[in-house]
């Protein structure tokens, strides 16, 4: 199998009606795109038109053997929000259950960091509800931060669900607040002499298999 990420700029052969469908069926299996049901399918065309019309948006796909299989979207500020002119937004990410385990969504939101960076925005943040936790086991993984909770995030079938908050700071060695050291510590002779560290003599942890 072949897969790709595409930053989409119009829809050309089936692509509006694949993305119709993997719409309905991640919104079938719960994954948190808005909609608690799938609507009409001329509701989600309009949709899908209209998200290549806003130009502050970016839509992102995900294609398994040429089929869009999933997507994402980058949501920049608004001209008029100059104090949130650094931070951009990652929403409405998702890829169908029979399209996972190919690495399509953390590929998704590879792709939307590096256009974020690339034009500049230093931070990217996104919120996921509490029952996605592959997604948020994924956003950990890419080092996202959880900043707050809203226990009240959702309603789904007569229930409230909590949502988190995650945010990534996008400036090359920059993952967050630096820890604190522990008081009362002090470095080794063998520190102090600059003997190699442990994992010096083991070489460098290899790279995780992609989700």
Same mark, same amino acid.
């Given at each position: 199998?072949?897969?790709?990420?595409?930053?989409?700029?119009? #829809?050309?052969?089936?692509?509006?009606?694949?993305?119709?469908?993997?719409?309905?069926?991640?919104?079938?299996?719960?994954?948190?795109?808005?909609?608690?049901?799938?609507?009409?399918?001329?509701?989600?065309?309009?949709?899908?038109?209209?998200?290549?019309?806003?130009?502050?948006?970016?839509? #992102?796909?995900?294609?398994?053997?040429?089929?869009?299989?999933?997507?994402?979207?980058?949501?920049?500020?608004?001209?008029?929000?100059?104090?949130?002119? #650094?931070?951009?937004?990652?929403?409405?990410? #998702?890829?169908?259950?029979?399209?996972?385990?190919?690495?399509?969504?953390?590929?998704?939101?590879?792709?939307?960091?590096?256009?974020?960076?690339?034009?500049?925005?230093?931070?990217?943040?996104?919120?996921?509800?509490?029952?996605?936790?592959?997604?948020?086991?994924?956003?950990?993984?890419?080092?996202?931060?959880?900043?707050?909770?809203?226990?009240?995030?959702?309603?789904?079938?007569?229930?409230?669900?909590?949502?988190?908050?995650?945010?990534?700071?996008?400036?090359?060695?920059?993952?967050?607040?630096?820890?604190?050291?522990?008081?009362?510590?002090?470095?080794?002779?063998?520190?102090?002499?600059?003997?190699?560290?442990?994992?010096?003599?083991?070489?460098?942890?290899?790279?995780?298999?992609?989700?």
């Amino acid at each position: 199998m072949t897969t790709r990420i595409d930053k989409l700029e119009a #829809f050309a052969g089936t692509d509006l009606e694949d993305l119709c469908d993997v719409t309905d069926a991640a919104i079938v299996d719960g994954g948190g795109f808005g909609w608690l049901k799938p609507p009409a399918r001329s509701v989600l065309e309009t949709y899908w038109k209209g998200v290549l019309l806003v130009p502050q948006r970016s839509l #992102f796909v995900a294609r398994l053997d040429g089929t869009i299989s999933g997507s994402a979207q980058l949501v920049r500020p608004t001209r008029n929000n100059e104090s949130r002119a #650094f931070a951009a937004e990652l929403v409405s990410a #998702f890829v169908a259950p029979w399209a996972r385990g190919h690495g399509l969504a953390r590929g998704l939101v590879e792709a939307a960091e590096e256009t974020a960076s690339r034009e500049g925005y230093r931070k990217l943040s996104l919120d996921v509800r509490e029952t996605q936790e592959a997604a948020i086991r994924l956003y950990e993984s890419l080092g996202y931060e959880r900043w707050g909770t809203n226990p009240d995030y959702a309603c789904v079938a007569g229930q409230l669900i909590a949502g988190h908050y995650y945010t990534k700071d996008l400036r090359a060695g920059r993952r967050g607040p630096a820890k604190k050291k522990a008081k009362g510590k002090t470095a080794g002779p063998r520190a102090k002499r600059g003997a190699p560290r442990d994992e010096d003599k083991r070489g460098a942890p290899s790279d995780k298999d992609r989700t």
